[in-house]
Structures are given as structure tokens and as C-alpha cells.
Nanobody
């Protein structure tokens, strides 16, 4: 099993920035891909950013150019720098990880408990 613990959520005004962190432990392997998803009330869960062990990144159209995903060289900690935040970004943000193949047409097995991000004036 892999355990994921997120931190860094909170309340921020529109246009502001916030940085989320997530650290993996347990049976985690450095070759795993890591990602961030979010879910807002009444909406489907959305994968917003992923990063491979080699540092290749991918973003959903809704956050590209505003969010940056990064990863510590050791691989077990992933960050999500969120800039130019909008009220539409309000959601619970979940960290996830698994073998890279799980990110193609499948769902990663390991998820954190989620951290609330609220964008409001």
C-alpha cells in the first residue's frame, strides 16, 4: 500500500496563488507517476496535472499556463503551484500516484484524503 498526505489548501482571493504539497510513503516507487486531481460539488473528478518520474508533465486545458506541477528529485513529494486562481478552481484537490500505465485510460490506485481549496473574495 501507498499512503499519500496532502497539505497547503486554504482560502485565497481571485488572482492569488497557493501551493499544494503531497508526500508518498509505504510501498512507493520512484518510477511511479504522480498527479493532482480535483472535484468540485456537482462536478466530475478532473485530473488537472501529472508528472512522470522523468519529469514529463501534462495539464488539463482548464489549468494549463496557470498551474505548475513539480517533483522532488527523490520522487516521493509532488507540488502543485497554482497561480491566477479563479473561483472556478474551488474544489477538493487530491494527490494520486501509481505505475505510469495506470494514467492511460485507467485510474491510479493510490489517493490522498484531499485538501480543500476555496477561491473567493
Amino acid at each position: 500500500q501507498v499512503q499519500l498526505v496532502e497539505s497547503g489548501g486554504g482560502l485565497v482571493e481571485p488572482g492569488g496563488s497557493l501551493k499544494l504539497s503531497c508526500t508518498a510513503s509505504g510501498s512507493f516507487y520512484g518510477i511511479y507517476t504522480m498527479g493532482w486531481s480535483r472535484q468540485a460539488p456537482g462536478r466530475e473528478r478532473e485530473m488537472v496535472a501529472t508528472i512522470t518520474s522523468g519529469g514529463n508533465t501534462d495539464y488539463s486545458a482548464s489549468v494549463r499556463g496557470r498551474f505548475v506541477i513539480s517533483r522532488q528529485s527523490a520522487g516521493a513529494t509532488v507540488y502543485l503551484q497554482m497561480n491566477s486562481l479563479k473561483p472556478d478552481d474551488t474544489a477538493v484537490y487530491f494527490c494520486n500516484t501509481d505505475q505510469p500505465i495506470r494514467y492511460f485510460g485507467d485510474t491510479p490506485r493510490y489517493w490522498g484524503q484531499g485538501t480543500q481549496v476555496t477561491v473567493s473574495s
